[in-house]
Structures are given as structure tokens and as C-alpha cells.
């Protein structure tokens, strides 16, 4: 890494930058994994930005979800009752 005092001196903008790319297959990174029966996880919420989903959370109060630290973004919309996030749903809030 780089001693602070010289990223303050100057600037961080010459360190690298990763973006995420957003595939059509993403949806199968869970190994072992399996697709629920639709609705039998209320509490799952879809984390969107720009609109793409780019993390997963869980309602934990009708007010709050609690997801991981790096999920965090400036401006986030949060889509509940969701099974398919390729589709639009009636259910979805």
C-alpha cells in the first residue's frame, strides 16, 4: 500500500478503481444453492442502484434493513415481495 501522507499529498485519484459488471448469469453464485417457493421470504429485500440489483438485505423492522457494510451506496432503492428481479410482480412493493 501507500503510506497515508503521500495519498493525502497527492490525491487518491491515481489508485486503481474496480466497478462491478453486471451479467446475465449472476444469479448462481450461491453454491449449493436452490430457488425458493415464490414469497416464502418476506423479510428478503433486492438492494437496487442505477436500476440493477447490487445486494441482497433483510427487512428486520418495518422500518430498517440490515444488509453488509459494503452494500452501502449513496441513493439505494429497496424492492420488496420480489421472487423474480427480471420480472415486474404484483406483489412487489
Known amino acids: 500500500g501507500w503510506p497515508l501522507s503521500q495519498l493525502l499529498t497527492h490525491g487518491i ?3 486503481p478503481v474496480a ?3 453486471f451479467a446475465e ?4 453464485k450461491i453454491v449449493g444453492g436452490y430457488t ?5 421470504v418476506p423479510y428478503q429485500v433486492s438492494l437496487n442502484t ?3 440489483h447490487f445486494c ?6 418495518s422500518q430498517w ?10 441513493r439505494i432503492q429497496v424492492q420488496l415481495g420480489k421472487h423474480n428481479l427480471k ?3 404484483s406483489t412487489q412493493q
Open 13 to 15: 485519484s491515481c489508485l
Open 19 to 21: 466497478f462491478p459488471t
Open 25 to 28: 448469469d449472476d444469479d448462481d
Open 36 to 40: 425458493c417457493a415464490e414469497h416464502s
Open 50 to 52: 442505477i436500476g440493477y
Open 56 to 61: 441482497g438485505g433483510s427487512l428486520i423492522s
Open 65 to 74: 434493513v440490515l444488509s453488509a457494510a459494503h452494500c452501502y451506496e449513496y
Open 87 to 89: 420480472l415486474n410482480e
